[in-house]
């Protein structure tokens, strides 16, 4: 009979393959034990790979809204912020205002208040986040205001060389004593009112666009998400701001100042309402925007929970291969340094 062998070397190869492919089915278990996922997701589920990988695409895509969801909410937080600080402004000058026309203040604390409201408008308007401007529309990275202090803003020039064309001298000479209720109304009316509630206002005032942010806040609902600068209220404001803090300081006669005074309060309570409006129209996006969040995070919800229904492996199950493949690499080690121990010398004697 013919008899034959195995050499203890091709044992050891034997050993050796086994315990590379031991190693790499290791390192496979060691990797769902510790994500609790298949480490394959191609070789685990096939055909159905597409699935995982097109609800992985969705849950990233609705993330990516809900991170944007988060800076529209931080802006329209500050939008309300400031439009809040205005219109608590606002209301001390209307009171100062109010006071000014049954007599129980003079022009100087009109003029004051007037510079206030006219120092935060301009600073508010103006404000900033990460380098976008809150209320320049969709120009964020253009100041959208004239600061009205300055003299030599567009703004200023234009409302002192109205004056001048208008009544023939400035509001300092002594002629401005003379001008009368009638020809100072009619002044605020067709001259100064179009600088800032038409064409001028673009002109000499505002940067900023008409067309505001308009921001997806869902897969299939969009908002506008912020104000601009050129909405009433805020023009009625620089108006009020800019007749106050620079008209009072007039040589005016005392009916040509009342005038100025009864125009302004009329438009400060015009822009506190129309302001109020504004901020109750944030508020309902605001709103839109937290509902629009909680429904994408239930949809998150549910495709992360489909992935993992697809993907998962059971803990238990994936320690148990983990500890059975260390054995058995641990045990072909053993066995490899038994066999390679093995000579012929040791039996020839």
Do not use: H
Request: net charge negative; proline share 1%; hydrophobic share 40%.
């Amino acid at each position: 009979m013919k008899s034959s062998y195995v050499s203890s070397n091709a044992i050891s190869q034997a050993l050796r393959y086994s315990m590379m492919k031991m190693q790499t089915d290791l390192v496979s278990a060691q990797k769902e034990s510790t994500t609790l996922r298949v480490a394959d997701v191609g070789l685990a589920l096939g055909s159905r790979t597409s699935e995982t990988v097109s609800l992985a695409r969705d849950v990233s895509r609705l993330n990516g809204i809900i991170d944007s969801n988060a800076l529209v909410s931080s802006r329209l937080t500050s939008t309300q912020d400031v439009l809040g600080q205005l219109t608590a402004q606002a209301e001390e000058l209307r009171s100062t205002l109010s006071a000014a026309v049954s007599g129980s203040s003079d022009r100087g604390v009109v003029q004051a208040g007037g510079a206030a409201m006219m120092d935060l408008l301009t600073s508010s308007l103006n404000t900033s986040i990460n380098g976008q401007y809150l209320f320049a529309g969709i120009n964020t990275d253009v100041r959208p205001i004239s600061d009205f202090s300055d003299p030599s803003s567009p703004a200023r020039a234009a409302f002192d060389t109205a004056f001048q064309t208008y009544f023939g001298f400035s509001q300092t000479d002594a002629d401005a004593a003379d001008i009368t209720s009638a020809e100072m109304e009619d002044f605020l009316t067709n001259v100064v009112e179009p600088q800032f509630l038409g064409a001028g206002w673009e002109t000499n005032w505002s940067s900023a666009t008409d067309e505001g942010i308009v921001s997806r806040i869902a897969l299939n609902e969009t908002a506008e998400t912020s104000v601009s600068a050129n909405i009433t209220g805020l023009r009625k404001l620089a108006m009020v701001s800019a007749i106050t803090s620079s008209m009072m300081q007039g040589n005016f006669s005392e009916a040509a100042t009342k005038a100025v005074t009864e125009r302004a309060l009329a438009l400060t309570v015009e822009s506190i309402s129309d302001i109020t409006d504004r901020q109750a129209l944030i508020g309902v996006t605001q709103q839109r925007v937290t509902n629009a969040s909680e429904r994408i995070d239930t949809q998150i919800g549910v495709f992360e929970s489909t992935i993992s229904d697809m993907e998962s492996v059971d803990p238990y199950e994936a320690a148990t291969r983990v500890s059975a493949l260390v054995s058995q690499i641990e045990t072909a080690y053993a066995l490899t340094a038994r066999i390679q121990n093995l000579s012929l010398l040791k039996y020839m004697s």
